[in-house]
């Protein structure tokens, strides 16, 4: 079935006779949506990642940059499975509009703030990459030192989006808080320089797990929250939940 729904919408970008001029252009941004949620068979795969290719590398042709987009959320879902909530209705006006990115905001110990652009296959990992490379910090080994948390209400329970297995199987709901912490020694690195908010209502936090006596200093009303959190879980790898 799924693969059904590739074949069709592929059929419409195509081989489009529709007199509407946004015709063919509102097909891609379907496909966009499509790739983000719903892997395709191993029969297909490799037939669609040629179309998508040839689409994005063919100099003169129209809608190179989405068919490449699209060929990026296709290989994010098979590596980290699809999304499993539906999009908004916010999400998907945005998406249809072609706007495929937003800017989130993310809160570190100290009051610092980061704003980084999301995407509709945007993973933890990403983001944890993106910091630390801003913090100089590019071994593999070092990723596995930080976590994403989430916590509702702002005080209310908080929960980790990483777990010991490969895919996370829950997602932030609207209005929820992401959080995670910095380890204390590299908290002197971590950028300071500020940044304007944004129209978003959640804000993740970039903090270490555990939290040990030396990096509650730093982010006391944050670490009281997840210090009720077992100590496996807040230790455990960074995995694949998405954030958006």
């Known amino acids: 079935m799924r693969d059904e729904c590739y074949c069709q919408v592929v059929k419409q970008i195509t081989d489009n006779t529709s007199s509407k001029q946004d015709s063919c252009q509102r097909?891609?941004?379907l496909l966009y949506i499509v790739t983000a949620y719903h892997s395709c068979s191993e029969v297909l795969h490799p037939h669609l990642t040629r179309f998508l290719q040839d689409v994005s590398r063919t100099p003169g042709l129209p809608f190179q940059g989405i068919a490449k987009a699209c060929e990026q959320n296709l290989q994010k879902t098979l590596r980290f499975g699809g999304r499993l909530e539906l999009p908004s209705s916010i999400e998907l006006r945005a998406?249809?509009?072609?706007?495929s990115s937003k800017r989130q905001l993310f809160l570190l110990p100290g009051g610092l703030e980061r704003h980084l652009k999301i995407k509709t296959c945007?993973?933890?990992l990403d983001v944890v990459e993106e910091i630390c490379a801003e913090m100089a910090l590019t071994r593999p080994e070092a990723f596995n030192e930080y976590v994403i948390f989430v916590v509702t209400n702002r005080g209310g329970k908080s929960r980790s989006t990483s777990q010991p297995s490969s895919t996370v199987q829950r997602q932030a709901r609207p209005g929820s808080t992401w959080s995670?912490?910095?380890?204390s020694r590299h908290r002197r690195s971590a950028p300071t320089?500020?940044?304007?908010s944004f129209w978003a209502s959640s804000a993740p936090y970039l903090c270490s797990a555990p939290p040990s006596s030396s990096s509650r200093a730093a982010a006391t009303l944050l670490c009281q929250p997840l210090a009720s959190l077992p100590s496996t879980t807040m230790a455990s790898t960074?995995?694949?939940q998405r954030l958006m």
Not at 95 to 99: D, F, N, S, T, Y
Not at 180 to 183: D, E, F, L, Q, W
């Open 27 to 29: 097909g891609w941004r």
């Open 95 to 99: 998406m249809l509009a072609g706007r």
């Open 193 to 196: 320089r500020p940044v304007p």
């Open 180 to 183: 995670a912490s910095t380890g």
């Open 122 to 124: 945007t993973v933890a």
């Open 238 to 240: 960074f995995s694949a």
